[in-house]
């Protein structure tokens, strides 16, 4: 069954990206395999029509020009995230305590934090290594479950039952040893990459879950695993990028674009707000033989697709949804509405998507939160505004959403890659 087959490829994807560097390296690969060719920001790009990708630490943007003669008319791009919410390493992490080796660890983004208490956990992330005199990134991964945040015994807090208040600093340092000096996490990392302890000049280093992810084997109707909030768009992206140059439109350049820090606000060189996608649609342009004003056109009739994953209506708390607004697991792509623009969707955005999940034969349905509760966001307004280009905000029905191990339909995931397939080649 197709659907299931995407459901098994996006296990694959979330047990081989354990981070956001790693994520891009999974999408990376697989678009190679498909004929991209990657590309670096200091080189001078091809003008030949091509499938080309490039990557900047955890994002990484990919279009194809090879259906495209001369300058584009316009994009398609569907935005993604790559990262997150975890425990990260701090920069000087070594201390003991009570005859227990701890990692000093600071919460990115916002964890269901109780979610990590009592599991395995694993390492992974980038490493910068001296190299000659300059510097180059490695990655790592290790598996092995090395680290853990117990929690304390019911017998000595009895009040635990009302609740767990958990205080960052003092309860969320993870053990990975005993006794009363303080482990070297640099030469664990200098090891884990193959070189002096001294060479190690950083880290972006973070915490995962050793749970795989997995298709429930009942009915294999539902996915559970970490990080689905939001590599489940990035693996629906890059199965739909691949999908839509099957069937492309021509004049018009398709593009996937997924991005780190969008837990943390998106502003980084790399983030959603940055300049990286801006600067890869100009430089798009140029390789075409176009102009400033050739990109601004195309700029005029482009529209972006924010992916990010949409609150499915939970069993146990349905009133905590929009009573009109109810959002079915496995019940088709989510359009993202908020009148105060914490998504950007607007009516011309909305119509786009419609018409894309028409095309592609799959149910739409609309998410609104609640209008007493706090809305999320999400990396389309921050898209919208630095790119000037209509935009809108859609995701796939979750359970569970920011905590360790996430919930979504099976089903979904065949009609979230044909949606933006279609989107990406507009019939």
Same mark, same amino acid.
């Given at each position: 069954?197709?659907? $299931?087959?995407?459901?098994?490829?996006?296990?694959?994807? +979330?047990?081989?990206?354990?981070?956001?560097?790693?994520?891009?390296? /999974?999408?990376?690969?697989?678009?190679? /395999?498909?004929?991209?060719?990657?590309?670096?920001?200091?080189?001078?790009?091809?003008?030949?029509?091509?499938?080309?990708?490039?990557?900047?630490?955890?994002? *990484?943007? &990919?279009?194809?020009?090879?259906?495209?003669?001369?300058?584009?008319?316009?994009?398609?791009?569907?935005?993604?995230?790559?990262?997150?919410?975890?425990?990260?390493?701090?920069? #000087?992490?070594?201390?003991?305590?009570?005859?227990?080796?701890?990692?000093?660890?600071?919460?990115?983004?916002?964890?269901?934090?109780?979610?990590?208490?009592?599991?395995?956990?694993?390492?992974?992330? =980038? !490493?910068?290594? =001296?190299?000659?005199?300059?510097? =180059?990134?490695?990655?790592?991964?290790?598996?092995?479950?090395?680290?853990?945040?117990?929690?304390?015994?019911?017998?000595?807090?009895?009040?635990?039952?009302?609740?767990?208040?958990?205080?960052?600093?003092?309860? +969320?340092?993870?053990?990975?040893?005993?006794?009363?000096?303080?482990?070297?996490?640099?030469?664990? $990392?200098?090891?884990?990459?193959?070189?002096?302890?001294?060479? %190690? +000049?950083?880290?972006?280093?973070?915490?995962?879950?050793?749970?795989?992810?997995? %298709?429930?084997?009942?009915?294999?109707? *539902?996915?559970?695993?970490?990080?689905?909030?939001?590599?489940?768009?990035?693996?629906?992206?890059?199965?739909? *990028?691949?999908?839509?140059?099957?069937?492309?439109?021509?004049? $018009?350049?398709?593009?996937?674009?997924?991005?780190?820090?969008?837990?943390?606000?998106? !502003?980084?060189?790399?983030?959603?707000?940055?300049?990286?996608?801006?600067? %890869?649609?100009? =430089?798009?342009?140029?390789?075409?033989?176009?102009?400033?004003?050739?990109? +601004? #056109?195309?700029?005029?009739?482009?529209?972006?697709?924010?992916?990010?994953?949409?609150?499915?209506?939970?069993?146990?708390?349905?009133?905590?949804?929009?009573?009109?607004?109810?959002?079915? !697991?496995?019940?088709?792509?989510?359009?993202?509405?908020?009148?105060?623009? #914490?998504?950007?969707?607007?009516?011309?955005?909305?119509?786009?998507f419609r018409l894309a999940c028409e095309q592609a034969g799959v149910p739409v349905q609309e998410f609104v939160t609640?209008?007493? *509760?706090?809305?999320?966001?999400?990396?389309?307004?921050?898209?919208?505004?630095?790119?000037? %280009?209509?935009?809108?905000?859609?995701?796939?029905?979750?359970?569970?959403?920011?905590?360790?191990?996430?919930?979504?339909? &099976?089903?979904?995931?065949?009609?979230?890659?044909?949606?933006?397939?279609?989107?990406?080649?507009?019939?």
């Amino acid at each position: 069954m197709p659907a $299931l087959t995407a459901a098994d490829g996006l296990v694959d994807y +979330l047990n081989a990206s354990p981070s956001p560097f790693h994520a891009c390296a /999974t999408t990376a690969a697989r678009l190679t /395999t498909a004929g991209f060719v990657q590309l670096h920001e200091s080189d001078t790009w091809p003008t030949e029509p091509g499938r080309y990708l490039v990557v900047r630490g955890g994002s *990484l943007v &990919a279009w194809s020009t090879e259906h495209t003669a001369g300058a584009a008319t316009a994009y398609r791009v569907v935005g993604a995230h790559t990262d997150s919410p975890n425990l990260r390493i701090k920069p #000087r992490p070594d201390l003991a305590r009570a005859g227990w080796q701890l990692l000093g660890v600071e919460v990115y983004g916002g964890p269901l934090v109780s979610s990590w208490l009592d599991r395995d956990l694993g390492l992974s992330g =980038r !490493v910068a290594v =001296r190299d000659g005199s300059g510097v =180059r990134a490695e990655l790592f991964r290790d598996d092995d479950p090395v680290l853990r945040v117990s929690r304390l015994a019911i017998h000595l807090d009895r009040s635990v039952r009302e609740g767990e208040q958990l205080n960052a600093q003092q309860h +969320l340092a993870p053990h990975w040893g005993l006794g009363e000096t303080p482990g070297d996490f640099q030469a664990y $990392l200098a090891h884990q990459v193959g070189v002096d302890t001294a060479d %190690v +000049l950083g880290w972006d280093a973070m915490t995962h879950d050793l749970q795989p992810a997995r %298709v429930f084997e009942r009915e294999r109707d *539902l996915v559970v695993g970490a990080r689905m909030d939001n590599l489940a768009t990035c693996h629906a992206g890059t199965s739909a *990028l691949v999908t839509a140059l099957e069937q492309p439109t021509d004049a $018009l350049v398709p593009v996937f674009a997924m991005f780190d820090h969008e837990e943390v606000g998106s !502003v980084s060189e790399r983030g959603a707000a940055s300049v990286f996608l801006p600067v %890869v649609l100009e =430089r798009i342009t140029a390789s075409l033989g176009g102009d400033r004003q050739d990109h +601004l #056109r195309a700029l005029a009739g482009s529209v972006v697709a924010s992916g990010d994953m949409a609150h499915g209506t939970h069993p146990h708390y349905a009133d905590r949804h929009e009573p009109q607004h109810q959002i079915a !697991v496995n019940g088709g792509p989510v359009l993202k509405i908020n009148a105060n623009l #914490r998504y950007a969707t607007d009516s011309m955005g909305a119509a786009a998507f419609r018409l894309a999940c028409e095309q592609a034969g799959v149910p739409v349905q609309e998410f609104v939160t609640r209008s007493d *509760l706090p809305c999320g966001s999400t990396v389309g307004p921050v898209t919208s505004a630095g790119t000037g %280009v209509s935009t809108v905000d859609f995701g796939a029905a979750t359970i569970s959403m920011h905590s360790v191990r996430e919930l979504v339909g &099976a089903e979904d995931q065949q009609m979230y890659a044909d949606a933006l397939a279609a989107f990406l080649s507009p019939a």
